[in-house]
């Protein structure tokens, strides 16, 4: 989208803010380019009032930007009361029912768990791994705290079609599965990993993913035009299809129907 002709329709102080924000994240690290490339390259914000409202929000903080343009980037889009995630056109209804969603272990023991299930501290790659199958192996019910809240570091969900993702998750393949979900390498290549599965009707109103969704993330394939869901971009085969995903507002863990445990270790 060309976000300062957008702009200008709020008049030039703020095409003039707009264009100097842009560049600065032209100039700057890779993080930043790739904020700036999702939105040159966004298509589908400007199509629904929604979403062009979103944009309107953005550009009326514009003129008040100061200092590092990736690093304020970041606050508006953490900021829940601009409402810039999740503005997307609404998903196909033909959309998968079933959805899914990638975490490592350690993030959903730090973030989800009861405290009386959490593994011990600074549990080792073994010993999390073992800690992982016997929590899976129980049921989110007995496990995650309910009140719990599943999202990412925006106030927002990434998810992808279950079906899409489970001939990887039956091989192991999780290195495979994060490059195929887009994902950045984790931590360490030995950490475990959960898949946790829930449905749509469970997680509310789902949106096609767009530039304000992914950030800064340097792997996104923004949604073509009119599209009723978005694509990962498969870090193994960029020119692949890659999943189909969707955004969707941060939701109660009690809503997770299934946890998969998958051990990183060894799997390509």
Known sequence: MDLVALA????????????????E????????????????????????????????????QLPAAAGDALRWYRAQL???????TCQGLPADPAFPEALCRLCLAQDMADWLVQPDQAPVSD????EL????ERVCGLGP???????????????????????????????????????????????SPGEPHVLMEFRRADTGPAAVPTAFDAGDHLYFRPAPRGAGYGRTLDRADPGGAGSRELVVYPFAALWVSRLVPLPGRGQA
């Not at 791994?129 to 992982?132: A, F, G, H, Y």
């Open 25 to 60: 994240l032209h100039d700057g690290d890779d993080y930043a380019r790739a904020a700036r490339r999702h939105l040159d390259a966004e298509e589908n914000l400007p199509l629904d009032p929604a979403g062009l409202e979103a944009v309107g929000r953005l550009v009326d």
């Open 129 to 132: 791994l073992r800690w992982t």
């Open 141 to 187: 019910q007995k496990v995650l705290r309910g009140e719990a809240v599943v999202r990412g570091r925006l106030p927002l969900a990434f998810v992808a079609a279950q079906e899409d993702v489970m001939p990887f998750a039956a091989q192991g393949a999780v290195v495979r599965l994060r490059h195929f979900l887009g994902l950045a390498d984790p931590r």
């Open 123 to 126: 549990a080792g790659e073994d």
């Open 78 to 84: 953490m900021n829940e009361a601009l409402r810039l």
């Open 8 to 23: 200008n329709r709020q008049g030039p102080e703020a095409a003039a803010a707009a264009g100097r924000w842009l560049q």
